[in-house]
């Protein structure tokens, strides 16, 4: 045995690195490591000296320390948009030079494996998450963390598994096609950024979406960006280095199309068509606005109860006003409908430009003579009891003026007579057209405004 160890100094002296063929059968010391003569290759090290203080950071002289970190994004647990924060796990890795440590003599790879004991043995950066709620390490079936020591620059690798709840400020504005960009920032508790300089190492953030599926979201990216600031400390500037990651996430909106759109799509549809309901059948026309209002202010109701209460309307706040204000609109359109009837006198003509004595007249101009066959004679505007005691609707009677605004007045008379040709009630006939167009700009507007503004 002595002989092969003498042989092992002779080619250390050499420079010839000895070739063994199996492993040390203990942990060497960081002293034993750095002797040329006690030279045996081990799968892991101790290469903290014993004079080591791991109080005592390794700065250099007039300059800060690099640290560099990066993230293994491996799973995104969970995301709470009541208590406003997201759950992730990720291998957070982070590496510095210690002048203190040295590489083992004897080793002829490009970085070693460290006892997982100098964990808490070194000195290492004090960095924490700043949004975060809670964090934790991993303990099965050991700790899940180690210590890489790199030859060149001494450089110590740290690698540690963490789940870490952090904070997000949700914005609701253009839910549910909204994209959520959520920090989460890493900085030194104590040392700033005179002492330590902090960036993100190749790769960087890493992480691949392929692996795990978030319900209701897709994570798009997450972004590494620096985020140093200046404070005051005494009255003396401080600038505090800081790295984080932006989370986007995404919606999927396929599942608010599927539940919230395309229902309340279809009930404002089936409120148009109480309008090719006669007008005397009451109770079907009220039965059916009645129903749609009530089945979208649930609608309503169930969907806000998924989202904190927020300030500003959201996306989905200005669908839903719209839906019931036009469902409500078209219950207003049966009330009228009900209590007014518009007539044309029979052979009235639109008025040429240069009239008579009927210049200036308004073009709603109340005949009285004038009234629809099966409908006792009511005065115009007004409701009257006929003898049989049934009520009445109201007449309106319109007719062609001169003057200036004889344009209006023509093409009004135009317009209801040509409605007026077709079965049920001029107001119903009206609304048959008005209010679908009305409906459909609402929502070619809405679209885009919104699809356009999500990104």
């Given at each position: 045995m002595a002989a092969v160890q003498l042989a092992a100094c002779l080619l250390v002296v050499l420079g010839v690195r000895p070739v063994l063929t199996k492993y040390s059968s203990r942990l060497l010391t960081a002293e034993e490591n750095l002797?040329?003569?006690?030279?045996?290759?081990q799968p892991q090290y101790r290469v903290i000296p014993s004079d080591y203080d791991a109080?005592?950071?390794?700065?250099?002289?007039?300059?800060?320390?690099?640290?560099?970190?990066s993230l293994w994004v491996a799973s995104i647990t969970d995301i709470n948009e009541m208590e406003q924060e997201f759950t992730v796990d990720i291998y957070f890795r982070m590496w510095w030079s210690d002048h203190r440590i040295r590489f083992p003599v004897c080793e002829r790879r490009s970085f070693v494996l460290l006892d997982q004991a100098q964990l808490d043995q070194l000195w290492m950066p004090d960095l924490y998450f700043t949004l975060a709620k809670t964090s934790s390490r991993h303990y099965v079936l050991l700790r899940n963390g180690g210590l890489r020591l790199s030859r060149e620059n001494t450089q110590v690798f740290y690698s540690e598994r963490l789940t870490v709840t952090n904070f997000c400020a949700f914005d609701f504005r253009f839910f549910p096609m909204d994209r959520q960009r959520?920090?989460?920032?890493?900085?030194?508790?104590?040392?700033?950024?005179?002492?330590?300089?902090?960036?993100?190492?190749?790769?960087?953030?890493?992480?691949?979406?392929?692996?795990?599926?978030?319900?209701q979201y897709t994570l798009s990216g997450v972004e590494p960006e620096s985020c140093n600031y200046e404070y005051h400390f005494h009255g003396e500037p401080l600038n505090q280095t800081c790295v984080q990651g932006i989370f986007v996430l995404d919606r999927q909106f396929s599942y608010y199309f599927v539940q919230m759109y395309l229902p309340s799509i279809l009930i404002v549809l089936v409120s148009f068509l109480s309008f090719w309901i006669p007008v005397e059948n009451v109770p079907?026309?009220?039965?059916?606005?009645?129903?749609?209002?009530?089945?979208l202010?649930?609608?309503f109701t169930t969907m806000q109860r998924s989202l904190p209460p927020v300030s500003y309307m959201k996306a989905m706040d200005v669908w839903m006003f719209l839906c019931i204000v036009v469902v409500f609109l078209a219950m207003v359109e049966f009330t009228l409908a009900y209590n007014f009837r518009i007539l044309v006198p029979e052979g009235v003509e639109p008025a040429e430009k240069d009239g008579d004595d009927r210049r200036g007249s308004s073009p709603l101009s109340p005949l009285p003579p004038v009234v629809e066959p099966g409908l006792a004679p009511v005065a115009v505007l007004g409701v009257?009891?006929?003898?049989?005691?049934?009520?009445?609707?109201?007449i309106i009677v319109v007719r062609p003026t001169n003057g200036r605004m004889a344009w209006l007045s023509n093409a009004i008379v135009l317009l209801v007579k040509k409605l007026k040709d077709k079965e049920g009630s001029l107001v119903d006939n009206v609304s048959k057209i008005l209010f679908p167009v009305v409906f459909a700009i609402f929502n070619v507007l809405y679209w885009t405004y919104y699809l356009n503004r999500r990104h």
């Open positions: 002797n040329a003569s006690a030279c045996v290759v109080s005592m950071p390794p700065f250099p002289w007039h300059q800060p320390l690099s640290v560099y970190i959520c920090p989460m920032p890493i900085e030194p508790y104590i040392y700033h950024g005179a002492f330590v300089n902090l960036t993100f190492g190749d790769p960087g953030i890493y992480f691949n979406n392929f692996k795990f599926k978030i319900p079907g026309r009220v039965a059916l606005g009645v129903t749609s209002l009530l089945t202010a649930t609608q009257e009891h006929n003898p049989y005691g049934k009520r009445q609707p109201k």
